[in-house]
């Protein structure tokens, strides 16, 4: 009797280890940095909007061909953004998309690169993803 109750005991143990080392990690890793969602939570779409138009306009006069998307710090030191208008992204690998204003409700409009490789973009419908690693 005292045997099986030991092999019982130990069995627990056992599984509670494995659960520990397996399980217990992904409660305590976030999906993404809370900082940067509530920073892009905090945007003026209009405000993305009227920048992203007006460098669009100002580009096409004098290059004639544009990517899809331009960098987040070309927008602030083209004047096309202050700095209070990107509260919480200042320092970050940040792209626009430049379909900002005909975004569809999945189309990744503003998307923010983390120091670890992983991404987050501020959708169409104003969801924020976390996006697979390029």
């Known amino acids: 009797m005292k045997t099986k109750r030991r092999i019982i005991i130990a069995v627990l143990v056992l599984l509670l280890i494995a659960f520990g080392i397996f399980i217990l990690p992904d409660f305590f890793k976030r999906p993404a940095p809370l900082p940067t969602m509530s920073a892009l939570q905090g945007l003026s779409r209009d405000r993305f ?4 138009q007006a460098f669009t306009r100002d580009g096409k006069v ?15 030191s083209g004047g096309y953004l202050r700095s209070r208008d990107i509260r919480g992204l200042e ?5 626009v998309s430049l ?27 104003g969801k924020i993803a976390v996006l697979p690693k390029p």
């Open 49 to 52: 909007v009227e920048a992203v």
């Open 62 to 76: 004098r290059d004639g061909s544009l990517s899809n998307t331009i960098a987040l710090r070309d927008l602030v």
């Open 99 to 125: 379909g900002v204003g005909a975004a569809t409700a999945s189309t990744v409009w503003i998307a923010v690169r983390e120091s670890d490789g992983s991404q987050i973009g501020l959708l169409g419908d």
């Open 91 to 95: 320092g970050k690998d940040v792209t």
